[in-house]
């Protein structure tokens, strides 16, 4: 089954849309400047609507079925949240308008900043950066900011232990520092003698994931910080797996100095086939300065405010005024774009993905405290419940109560010739999107699982079942396993011939 | 309401199958002082009472369908084909992640496919990436990228000071750690306060060069003609430098794309391409380069495949420049997109085509030229933009441009333009306004009128005014 390109069914002289009639006069176009020649699809509103169509159907999403991808917290995503970014007085919205005539977003923003220092603890947030690994980018900058600005300028290094995701020490090279591999131990935590051995005065600090990507929350957490405290680093956190931390812990009081949010996984908001995430940014107090911005603060609050309780703020700018007039309690609750004192500078263009703030705003309003913490209770039982379901018949290199994921080590091992990718694909037959593979890189053959809380115990035992019994399928017939996956619109690509001779756009054809 | 399934009969069942007693037990490894805080924050609304707040607190917003809006500068507001929002909101596309598993993704990866032909077509590039997070950051990732293919050897960047100030900011954030110097944007080098000096940017050109940026329509919404540029990338090539070129994708419905005037790399905004205005964010960086360059592209890369039966697929590719995979060695971190905000783009440029994009490019243009012009006739405005521009111009203001905004939106309902002086302080008095398809004649001779009063107006009592929005 598959789609022609909206290129193939182009028909010259088509278009899909109607635009109004040219009400003004007319001026000449600049001589020179015009382009002649411009090979985009010609098709009628028809034609656009059933291709796109057709082409969602031939995709897996949440909305579909079981999506147990790990590290991406494939949760459900609540509709209320789409209706809420599309709230025209949202979303027809200019990032240049006068603050004054954008009070509601402002309002939100300013909100949500709140919600997220209060969940984590940190004194201050930028909701600037796009995605997670912007946010990466951000907060090694912040660190590098931090350490300059006390004319500290031998840190060097970042210490990255092996199971982190790959953006940590890409995003470390993008700031200059150099990364060091830090060894997990058999439990699965990070190596404290390994990690001793590299604390010295060259460390900028430590990008810690905790839960880390084996799903293990790790058990000298407290321990670390200090040590990365003592030989003068700062802990960085990527809270790609917070999800497993709401109402449970907070980075702050953990020893975490810094640390980005992913929206698009913890706070229920799409995952877009690919984006738009956001990745906002916590800082303790010593690093507030340094943020990002511009961020939202109340617009009476003194220059170079960026964080601690909101209600400083406004007691502050009571003090400050001495006014008590209506008109003044309204300019107390007004908000402001300001951009920290030592910034790192803005990280993008506006000021951070507002419709997905929007969504994770909406999200918290209908949980509330109690409801975020719910769902990471749900999110760590299911990931418990069903590794308990599966440690019999897949192998599990760390067997230990795990948080809201869990990484097995591959197909059985009684199953020659079988590998992870196998499993996958035939997982597809079974109607369910296969889990992340091949990540962390310490487990060979990994199977990275993670339910989510929004699933329910009938979801989890169907997906056990289909598991159990391709393990047995890979025993009996391991052919079944290798042709998989069978009832999907195509069936496995040849990625080798995709990268030998890349066709990465449709070329129309000659006309001679 | 809190999206999760379980009874708590279903959770002790699960508790049991695991061997504890309470869902407590298992965050033993949480340090028991820090195990479950206090966590304050407003009490769960239902669906209808969050809904009803909302709707409150964005109606306290002025928004662009109650107010005129002449504001630009790098967010526009264009209309968006009724198909884009029915197409991304199909949840088949918004609820998968990126399309690792390409069986079940053929979607998504097909659609990228299409984007990045799309793009390549608009910019007369060879090959185009799943999107950037914004035009700003895809201006940076050029930079990032025309520093890899020096191999690290070339350190300076030279950027045009007509290029939107936050893609400038953002570049210098993004580069602060990497040792490079970023020169070129002094606004003092600007002639006659907008006009960009290319000897002056060329006379910066040496074999420590990585790249030279233009913007084309630039910051001011001034083009340069390809002649001029392709001279411009002459020497950029000679100096064994890359060219790097940001456009607005509109205009190059109508103008001569930056690939047929010697740019290496085409860096932009994609947030025209039927993508809500939504308060800056989310956007898209497009990024396309020359094909000779592909290897090097940052983020996602979707190519054509077949699968086992020899049926055309698509899948990610060229993947061993990722960050999953190069770590360290990579030359960007990018691992999420902006993929939903492409799709919009692509939908948006199916529905348009060839003749519709143009369409709208000269609405742009000629809108754009009747509003400066009758405005360049009012007493005490000064048209200071001069040919050829494309949807924005500058206009110096007889007060100051926030006064006057102030006055516009107050008491005539219209959302006025950007304020020149905020970044470039020779420019104070000016503003940038920006005229597109979504003004009509009426709406721009109402702007004219309120213009006309406003130099009167604004010292007197703000309350007289005749007529409304
Ligand atoms: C552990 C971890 N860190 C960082 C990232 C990068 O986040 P993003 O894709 O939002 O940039 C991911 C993404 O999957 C991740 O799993």
Redesign the pocket.
């Known amino acids: 089954m598959t789609e022609p390109l909206i290129f193939e069914i182009s028909s010259p002289g088509r278009c899909g849309a109607s635009l109004p009639a040219c009400d003004v006069p007319r001026t000449p176009l600049p001589a020179g400047m015009v382009r002649d020649d411009l090979s985009l699809p010609e098709v009628s509103e028809v034609d656009v609507i059933r291709h796109y169509v057709r082409l969602s159907q031939l995709n897996y999403g949440v909305d579909k079925g079981f999506y147990p991808l790990g ?2 917290t494939m949760k459900y995503n609540p509709k209320v949240n789409e209706v809420a970014a599309r709230l025209p007085g949202f979303a027809r919205t200019h990032p240049y308008q006068d603050p004054d005539s954008v009070q509601g977003n402002l309002t939100l923003m300013f909100e949500l900043q709140e919600y997220l220092k209060e969940l984590s603890g940190f004194a201050a947030v930028s909701l600037q950066p796009a ?6 980018l951000t907060g090694v900058l912040i660190i590098r900011a931090y350490h300059q600005s006390r004319g500290d300028s031998k840190r060097t290094k970042m210490l990255i232990p092996d199971s ?2 790959g ?2 020490p890409a995003s470390t090279s993008m700031c200059g520092y150099t990364t060091v591999e830090i060894k997990s131990d058999a439990r699965g935590n990070v190596d404290l003698e390994d990690l001793r051995a590299h604390c010295d005065d060259t460390v900028a600090g430590l990008m810690l ?1 905790n839960p880390n ?1 084996l799903g293990l929350f790790d058990e000298h957490v407290l321990e670390i910080a200090d040590l990365v405290h003592s030989c003068g680093g700062l802990l960085y956190g ?1 809270g ?2 917070f999800n497993a931390l709401m109402g449970i812990a907070k980075p702050a009081q953990l020893g975490f100095d810094v640390m980005h949010f ?1 929206l ?2 913890t706070f229920s908001t799409p995952h877009g086939g690919g ?1 738009p ?1 956001s ?1 906002p940014v916590g800082v303790s107090q010593r690093l507030a300065q340094f943020l990002p911005g511009p961020i939202v603060v109340p617009a009476m609050a003194e220059d170079g405010w960026v964080g601690g309780p909101a209600e400083h703020a406004d007691e502050h700018a009571e003090e400050h005024t001495g006014k008590h007039t209506e008109e003044h309690a309204e300019e107390c609750h007004a908000l402001r774009l300001a951009m920290p004192k030592h910034s790192i500078g803005r990280v993008k263009s506006f000021y951070g993905n507002f419709g997905v703030l929007i969504k994770a705003y909406t999200y918290i309003r209908v949980l509330g405290a109690e409801g975020l913490r719910q769902a990471s209770q749900d999110a760590v039982l299911n990931a418990n419940y069903l590794m308990h379901r599966l440690k019999d018949v897949y192998p599990l290199p760390y067997d230990r109560t795990c948080m809201h994921e869990f990484v097995l080590g591959g197909p059985p091992p009684e199953a020659e010739g079988v590998h992870t990718m196998d499993v996958a694909k035939r997982l597809m037959d079974y109607g369910f999107h296969p889990p992340t593979v091949y990540f962390p890189l310490i487990v060979h053959e990994a199977i990275m699982i993670e339910p989510t809380e929004t699933e329910s115990k009938a979801t989890l035992d169907a997906f056990a079942e289909a598991m159990i019994k391709i393990a047995e399928e890979a025993v009996i017939d391991p052919d079944l396993l290798h042709s998989a996956p069978h009832v999907t619109p195509v069936t496995r690509l040849d990625e080798t011939r995709a990268a030998r001779r890349p066709r990465l756009r449709w070329v129309p054809p000659r006309q001679d | 309401m809190t999206y999760v399934p379980h009874s708590q009969a279903e959770r002790q069942a699960m508790l049991a199958a695991i061997g504890v007693d309470r869902v407590e037990d298992l965050f033993a490894d949480v340090p028991e002082a820090l195990r479950f805080p206090k966590v304050s924050l407003p009490e769960p609304l239902s669906e209808l009472e969050i809904l009803q707040e909302l709707q409150w607190m964005s109606e306290s917003n002025a928004d662009l369908d109650h107010y005129a809006c002449f504001l630009g500068a790098g967010a526009y507001n264009h209309y968006v084909p009724s198909v884009v929002d029915h197409v991304i909101s199909r949840s088949e596309f918004y609820t998968a992640y ?1 399309p690792y598993q390409p069986e079940v993704s053929q979607g998504t990866l097909q659609t990228i496919f299409e984007y990045q032909s799309m793009i390549c077509a608009l910019t007369g590039m060879e090959a185009a990436n799943a999107s950037h997070y914004d035009g700003a950051t895809s201006m940076a990732e050029a930079v990032l990228m025309a520093v890899a293919v020096s191999r690290g050897r070339r350190h300076k960047v030279i950027l045009s000071p007509t290029i939107h100030p936050e893609y400038r900011e953002t570049v210098r954030t993004y580069t602060q750690g990497m040792g490079l110097t970023v020169v070129g944007d002094d606004p003092g080098k600007l002639r006659e306060g907008i006009d960009l000096d290319l000897e002056a940017l060329k006379a910066l050109l040496d074999s420590d060069t990585a790249c030279l940026i233009v913007q084309n329509p630039d910051f001011f919404g001034q083009m340069e003609s390809p002649a001029v540029l392709q001279e411009l990338a002459d020497a950029v090539h000679e100096a064994g430098a890359m060219f790097v070129v940001s456009a607005d994708p509109i205009s190059l419905g109508l103008f001569t794309p930056p690939g047929d005037y010697g740019a290496d790399i085409v860096v932009g905004e994609g947030q025209p391409l039927g993508n809500a205005i939504s308060f800056g964010g989310p956007y898209l960086g497009y990024f396309a380069c020359k094909d000779q360059f592909k290897r090097k592209i940052a983020g996602r890369l979707v190519g054509e495949t077949v699968d086992t039966h020899g049926r055309r697929g698509f899948v990610l590719t060229l993947v061993a420049r990722e960050q999953h995979i190069r770590r360290e060695k990579a030359t960007s ?4 997109n902006q993929a939903l905000c492409a799709l919009a783009a692509g939908v948006y440029l199916a529905t348009l085509g060839k003749r519709g994009l143009r369409t709208v490019a000269e609405l742009c243009y000629h809108k754009a030229h009747y509003a400066a012009s009758q405005i360049a006739a009012l007493e005490g405005y000064e048209l200071v933009s001069k040919e050829p521009f494309f949807k924005e111009f500058v206009v110096r203001f007889p007060r100051p441009v926030s006064e006057l905004n102030s006055y516009l939106l107050d008491e005539w309902g219209i959302i006025g333009g950007y304020d020149l002086g905020r970044v470039y302080p020779h420019l104070a008095g000016c503003a940038l306004l920006c005229v597109t398809e979504m003004n009509s004649k009426g709406e721009i001779d109402y702007l004219v009128e309120a213009l006309t009063t406003a130099n009167f107006q604004i010292e007197g009592s703000a309350g007289s005014r005749e007529v409304g929005s």
Not at chain 1, 131 to 136: K, L, Q, R, V
Not at chain 2, 333 to 336: F, G, H
């Open positions: 590290s991406c995605a997670g690994a912007h946010g990466e982190a995701h953006t940590n994931t990507t990527d790609a797996n992913n698009h996984k984006g995430g990745g | 990126t971190n990018i691992c999420s």
